[in-house]
T-cell receptor
Framework: GENVEQHPSTLSVQEGDSAVIKCTYS??????FPWYKQELGKRPQLIID?????GEKKDQRIAVTLNKTAKHFSLHITETQPEDSAVYFC?????????FGTGTSLTVIP | EPEVTQTPSHQVTQMGQEVILRCVPI?????FYWYRQILGQKVEFLVS????????KSEIFDDQFSVERPDGSNFTLKIRSTKLEDSAMYFC????????FGSGTRLTVV
C-alpha cells in the first residue's frame, strides 16, 4: 500500500513569513495530491491540489510543488496571516483510496 | 456550492449499541467514502463505495461496520456493536470533483 509521511508536525511562523510543509509518498502509482486545511472541530477543506503530470501549481498565496522522481510534494504558504493557523494534511490518491499524512499544526504569530 | 451533509453532528452512545451515521453526498457524484479521525490524529480511510457496492475497504473496516445506500440520496455507515475506541469524528466524502468532505459526525461511545 501507500505510505505518506508529513513534516514537520508543528510549525510556528511570524505573520508575513512563509511556511513550507513537506510530504513524501512511497507508491509511484499515486497520481493526485491534495492538501487540506482543517480548523479545530471542522471538516478538512481542500485548499489546493496537484496531479502527477504537473510540477507546480499556484493559487494566490498558496502553491504546491511535486517531484515525482523523489516522490515528494510540498505546500508553500507565503505572506502568512493569523487565519492561516490550522492543521494541514497532505494526501496521495492511489487507485480509489486516499492516504493522508499525519498533519502539520501551523501557528501564525501576529 | 454543493455540499456533503451529515447527520447527526454529534452522537453519544453506550458501548455495545448500534449506531447509524447518515450522509447525503453531492447529487451527481458517483464515489462515496467514509473516513474517521480520532481526536488529534490523522484522517483514516474506512471504505469506498461505487455502483452500490464496496470498492475498497481498510483493515479498520471489520465485520462490525457496514455501509448502505438505501435510496438515491443517502449513504449510511452502521457500526453494529460500538466499542470505546470507535469514538472519533466520522467524515463522509464524495467525489470526483475535488473530493468534498461532509461536516462530520462526532461519535462518542461511553
Amino acid at each position: 500500500g501507500e505510505n505518506v509521511e508529513q513534516h514537520p508536525s508543528t510549525l510556528s511562523v511570524q505573520e508575513g513569513d512563509s511556511a513550507v510543509i513537506k510530504c513524501t509518498y512511497s507508491d509511484s502509482a499515486s497520481n493526485y495530491f491534495p492538501w487540506y486545511k482543517q480548523e479545530l472541530g471542522k471538516r478538512p477543506q481542500l485548499i489546493i491540489d496537484i496531479r502527477s503530470n504537473v510540477g507546480e501549481k499556484k493559487d494566490q498565496r498558496i502553491a504546491v510543488t511535486l517531484n515525482k522522481t523523489a516522490k515528494h510534494f510540498s505546500l508553500h504558504i507565503t505572506e502568512t496571516q493569523p487565519e492561516d493557523s490550522a492543521v494541514y494534511f497532505c494526501a496521495a490518491l492511489r487507485g480509489n483510496q486516499f492516504y493522508f499524512g499525519t498533519g502539520t499544526s501551523l501557528t501564525v504569530i501576529p | 456550492e454543493p455540499e456533503v451533509t451529515q447527520t447527526p453532528s454529534h452522537q453519544v452512545t453506550q458501548m455495545g449499541q448500534e449506531v447509524i451515521l447518515r450522509c447525503v453526498p453531492i447529487s451527481n457524484h458517483l464515489y462515496f467514502y467514509w473516513y474517521r479521525q480520532i481526536l488529534g490524529q490523522k484522517v483514516e480511510f474506512l471504505v469506498s463505495f461505487y455502483n452500490n457496492e464496496i470498492s475498497e475497504k481498510s483493515e479498520i473496516f471489520d465485520d462490525q461496520f457496514s455501509v448502505e445506500r438505501p435510496d438515491g440520496s443517502n449513504f449510511t455507515l452502521k457500526i453494529r456493536s460500538t466499542k470505546l475506541e470507535d469514538s472519533a469524528m466520522y467524515f463522509c466524502a464524495s467525489s470526483p470533483v475535488g473530493y468534498t468532505f461532509g461536516s462530520g459526525t462526532r461519535l462518542t461511545v461511553v
